[in-house]
């Protein structure tokens, strides 16, 4: 029985549809997971206990752990396990993007760095210590731009600014999210700065793909149909496939593919997000990882016999070196969306999940979100309350069901008081 390495959140949505795959495939999983080594084995999963911010002993402690069991291939979901795959893919020789690679697109100075010495469109942007006198920065700085932290995810701390006293406040905000203890416990350096760069206007895409020896696959466009224009940036709906004209679809992909080679990534999934406009087409940023959260279930295939496919079946056959390219692209019509937040506080209840579940279109409603778990919006919320999903012939159908299933939905939400996090 072939062997698959899995990196990921101890806590990570994936993992499940992960193991129900390679159960599917005959494959056995074994899991790489951030735990604490003192309590053996607390989730009773098996998983090789590492740390995220100890790379050098996370990839001895899988490496010694999977020495007498022949590992074929690696995969990973999440910024942080995929880097620490491509350590442990190097170390047993596994086809895998490079380390470096994925520490680049891992971190959005670095990401803009390269990209910049490529022909692709890209933005003005600069690197600032996290302690830095905010009027220093106004001689710089044209409007609008906007404000990134360097490592965060799901537009976490990405914040619009278009003038000086928004800049300032903007500062004050971010400074305070990076010292948020659940960022300090990262352990990461970079969140000792953050990006300012040139706000990008036009139509928002993401992509769904993998490369194999440089070589992209695309399995699936997505359309962001609410405009994402700030102060914050959060994403909602995903609505699959992209309403792109032929011409400007093949003129995504071509410069997705030449982003992705300019970073190195070589091997493996990778999520993209780029945005459109009369100037090119400008890479916002490439994941050497697959869509996060519950959001993978919106993609099926059609397998061999009729049979329906999950992403995660096409990536395990891809880290096996299984051609793919036969499933083609995700069934088209399918949508989710990421229930925003409307306030801080704690969840106490939800209304409305079997009306909403009722919907025309709709396929399911999950709340993720537990009770009396501490949510807030972004750009200093980490998380959503759920997820909907919904099916329908025509993309602007799938939309339609997804905004009368979040209407449906009543959350009641406890304000606390204020903690300085400072």
């Known amino acids: 029985m072939q062997r698959v390495l899995l990196v990921a959140a101890t806590t990570g ?27 053996e084995d607390p989730w009773r999963d098996g998983a090789i206990p590492i740390r995220f911010h100890d790379e050098d002993g996370s990839v001895r402690a899988i490496v010694e752990s999977v020495f007498a ?14 880097l620490i795959a491509a350590l442990v893919g190097r170390a047993l020789t596994l086809p895998v993007s490079p380390p470096e690679a994925v520490r680049i697109a891992g971190n959005k100075l670095m990401t803009r760095i390269r990209l910049r010495k490529t022909d692709l469109p890209c933005p003005w942007f600069h690197s600032l210590p996290l302690d830095v006198a905010q009027l220093s920065l106004i001689g ?19 914040i619009r600014v ?3 006293v928004d800049l300032e406040r903007a500062v004050t905000r971010l400074r305070r999210l990076l010292r948020f203890p659940d960022v300090r416990t990262l352990r990461d350096p970079a969140n000792d700065a953050f990006l ?10 993401a992509v769904e793909g993998v490369m194999t020896n440089g070589v992209l696959q695309v399995l699936a466009t997505f359309d962001k149909p609410d405009p994402l224009e700030g102060p914050f940036f959060e994403e909602t709906i995903y609505v699959t496939p992209a309403s792109l004209l032929e011409f400007q679809e093949r ?47 919106v993609l099926r295939f059609d397998g061999p016999m009729g049979t329906a496919l999950s ?25 989710v969306m990421m229930i925003p937040i409307q306030q801080a506080g704690l969840l106490k209840c ?49 939309v339609a069901a997804l905004r009368a299933a979040n209407e449906c939905l009543r959350f009641e939400i406890a304000q606390v008081i204020p903690v300085n996090e400072e």
């Open 196 to 205: 300012v760069e040139e706000y990008i206007s036009g139509h928002e895409v």
């Open 251 to 297: 003129h995504v992909i071509r410069q997705l593919e030449v982003a992705a080679r300019a970073m190195g990534l070589t091997n493996g999934a990778i999520h993209a997000e780029l945005r459109l406009n009369d100037r090119g087409v400008f890479v916002l940023e490439i994941a050497a990882r697959p869509i996060g959260g519950l959001c993978a279930r």
């Open 162 to 164: 278009d003038n000086t």
């Open 311 to 335: 992403l995660e079946d096409i990536l395990l056959r891809h880290a096996l070196r299984q051609r793919v390219q036969s499933f083609g692209r995700a069934k088209p019509g399918a949508g």
């Open 13 to 39: 949505y994936q993992v499940h549809a992960f193991r129900d795959a390679a159960a599917r495939m005959g494959v056995e999983l074994v899991l790489a997971t951030d735990r604490c080594d003192q309590i």
């Open 350 to 398: 939800v209304d409305g999940l079997e009306d909403a579940r009722a919907m025309d279109g709709v396929e399911d409603v999950v709340i993720t979100a537990k009770h009396d778990q501490y949510i807030a919006p972004l750009p200093e919320g980490s998380s959503y309350l759920g997820f909907i999903f919904a099916r329908a012939d025509a993309p602007a159908d799938v």
């Open 140 to 158: 710089d700085i044209k409007f609008p731009c906007v404000l990134k932290p360097l490592t965060l995810t799901g537009s976490r701390g990405v």
């Open 69 to 82: 069991r022949s590992i074929a291939a690696v995969v990973a979901v999440g910024d942080r396990p995929a």
